[in-house]
């Protein structure tokens, strides 16, 4: 149970104070929230204010506002695919009936370890019409100027009113609000495409060995690069942070509410993902913006936008997301492991991943399915009647019925209840580090109309029970009329889609297909390496009408099948066609895949492996 702060809040409210009536715009001005100055506290007494009042708007004459953490509201919070924590918060939205902020074009700036907004329990929340950002961003840029291959060395020129750093014996430590950052993660970003560098995942510094480093002289450090390839001159690289500090910040939490829509809101920094929604009932994002400033190459340290067990649809319309070091966006449920049966249709489950500890995963009345851990099949659905939350990691889940022959191997469970529709609808994601689209959930699921162009696979279709634990095999997939633009340009078997169940050595594809009905229509694709879709353990697939067409901006790569199917179902591959390569593109089968259709293809020649 989430603690309901909001309620003794009120008792706090100075008399002095008196509530708007139902549908009052509120000028914030006049509650002592000014541009330059710091918003933090003034907010945070208009906001009790109003607790309990419906058809709020929050008006923000244009101007740039300030939020730091000294007098911020204080929650510990947990918060899936982040670090729980206790966090401070510049918008806490709690318990909310109809309310807007409406930023009026203006920029809110944050200081520190500060969470922007926080939507909890509402219903009708609007946010539209400002953007959030960080006077310094929780990565460091820094600019290659040398490289020597003699003795592994390269190096860089910081700047230090951005980016300030101290050295101590022998290692760098990057200056935040209030606290330092040793080097960590790291990517080699090339300024010229705002873009992961080529063959990205060969550079950079291996962390996992003691990074140490040599001052050269004012704002320039060496670095010996630990085995990997020295970066270019004229790169830039990335470092930002380590786990488990890294993911304290996103810029956008949504939880256990409903009807939330997010309108013309630019994020251009973030301690996470500019957008994280867990447990939420339809949320719509029209023309949101996940982009860097113009003197940074990097945007938020994660994800643009993320959803984690919600249902209704998600919907994203004109959207731009670039320049985030992960995903465009994800949607999946999560895989519970079932630690212990307790008899009585009980069971201990535990949330699978760290980073969704204190994820609510079930509620009384919410519908389960029980599956082999091995397998990652379902083989029993049922109805949830209670739950006991132990801690942040356990629970005691009591179900329905349970079948008799319940396999004594490792167990998990699903959410079936809280999955959505999705709606993707004109968006660009680009330049980012990762993919462009993960989709992993049972709803209806449209992407139309968008253009990706990322790091790593376009669109995702996964599902695993084994290192992030989501959950959700697709069940009606229509992707259409979309661009892919140079796909997968970190190198390798990266395909503009790609659509299997992650599984662990000791895992096994079990009797019947993970993911059905998947459709990949009438998309453009721009590609160095004629790549268009790999699946595996998928029932009711068509790959039809879509154009191939070379692009010559990175180097040439015919290594992997341009079509790849492995235990595949149902399988239509028609009316494709290839222009510009100098060879025929190849569409590979695997043996057990059955009823095939592959016709009328254009620069493709089909094999069977």
């Known amino acids: 149970m989430k603690f309901k702060w909001y309620c003794l809040l009120a008792l706090m409210i100075p008399s002095a104070l008196s509530l708007p009536a139902v549908g009052e715009e509120i000028n914030v001005a006049d509650h002592g929230v000014l541009p330059g100055e710091d918003a933090t506290y003034p907010l945070l007494r208009l906001i009790q204010s109003v607790e309990g009042e419906s058809n709020i708007t929050l008006v923000f004459p244009k101007g740039t506002y300030r939020f730091a953490p000294d007098n911020a509201l204080e929650q510990f919070r947990a918060v899936t695919n982040h670090d729980n924590s206790l966090k401070r918060m510049g918008f806490p939205l709690f318990g909310f009936q109809n309310i807007t902020i409406d930023g009026g074009g203006s920029t809110f700036l944050y200081h520190g370890r500060i969470s922007p907004i926080v939507i909890e329990s509402c219903t009708g929340a609007t946010l539209k ?3 959030i950002d960080w006077d310094r961003p929780f990565h460091s840029e820094l600019a290659v100027v040398e490289n020597n291959e003699d003795d592994d060395t390269f190096t860089v020129e910081v700047d230090r009113d951005r980016y300030p750093y101290t050295i101590k014996h022998g290692e760098v430590l990057f200056e935040r609000d209030g606290w330092s950052d040793p080097f960590g993660s790291n990517i080699v970003f090339d300024p010229k495409t705002q873009s992961p560098i080529y063959d990205t995942k060969k550079y950079g510094v291996n962390y996992s060995k003691p990074v140490k480093v040599t001052a050269v002289g004012k704002n320039r450090i060496r670095f010996n690069a630990n085995g990997r390839a020295l970066p270019p001159v004229g790169s830039v690289l990335i ?22 829509r997010v309108e013309n809101v630019t994020v251009y920094a973030a301690g996470g993902m500019a957008l994280i929604a867990e ?29 984690v067990g919600c249902r209704g649809t998600v919907k994203l319309e004109n959207c731009l997301f670039e320049h985030m070091l992960d995903d465009g966006i994800n949607v999946h449920g999560a895989y519970v492991k079932i630690e212990e049966y307790l008899g009585d249709n009980r069971f201990i489950g535990a949330i699978s991943h760290p980073q969704q500890w204190g994820l609510m995963f079930a509620a009384p009345g919410d519908r389960v399915a029980i599956l082999s851990r091995e397998t990652v099949l379902p083989f029993h659905q049922t109805s949830v009647e209670e739950v006991e939350v132990l801690n942040e990691e356990r629970f005691v889940v009591t179900v329905s019925d349970v079948p008799g022959d319940l396999p004594a191997g490792p167990l998990s469970m699903e959410n079936l209840t809280w999955y959505p529709d999705v709606v993707m609808k004109h968006n660009t994601i680009r330049q980012n580090r990762a993919r462009g689209a993960l989709i ?19 669109i995702l279709i ?21 661009v892919f633009d140079n796909i997968g340009f970190e190198g390798g078997a990266v395909y503009p889609l790609l659509a299997s169940p992650l599984l662990t050595d000791e895992q096994r594809i079990g009797e019947g297909h993970f993911h059905r009905n998947i459709r990949f229509l009438n998309n453009t694709i721009r590609s160095f390496n ?8 998928v029932s009711g697939l068509t790959i039809a009408g879509n154009a191939v067409e070379f692009s010559s901006d990175y180097p040439a790569n015919s290594e992997f099948p341009s079509i790849d199917l492995h235990y595949c179902d149902n399988v239509q591959i028609v009316d494709n066609t290839a222009t510009g390569f100098d060879h025929a593109l190849t569409i590979a089968q695997s043996a057990d895949s059955t009823d095939v259709e592959i016709a009328d293809n254009v620069g493709f020649q089909a094999e069977s492996k």
Not at 283 to 307: G, I, P, Q, Y
Not at 530 to 537: E, K, N
């Open 462 to 482: 996964e599902g695993d029970n084994k290192k992030w634990y989501e959950s959700g095999g697709v069940q009606d997939v229509t992707i259409s009329n979309n």
């Open 530 to 537: 004629g790549l268009v879709a790999q699946t595996r353990s």
């Open 129 to 131: 019409n400002f953007s």
């Open 279 to 307: 447990r939420t009932e339809n949320v719509t994002l029209e023309k949101m913006v996940v982009t860097s400033t113009s003197d940074r190459l990097v945007a938020t340290r994660a994800d643009a936008t993320h959803f």
């Open 440 to 458: 992993t959930t049972k709803g209806k699921v449209l992407i139309d109309s968008n253009y990706f162009s990322s790091q790593m696979h376009g």
């Open 239 to 260: 470092t930002y942070g380590v786990n488990p500090t890294s993911r304290l910040c996103p810029a956008i939490h949504i939880a256990n509410s409903s009807d939330i």
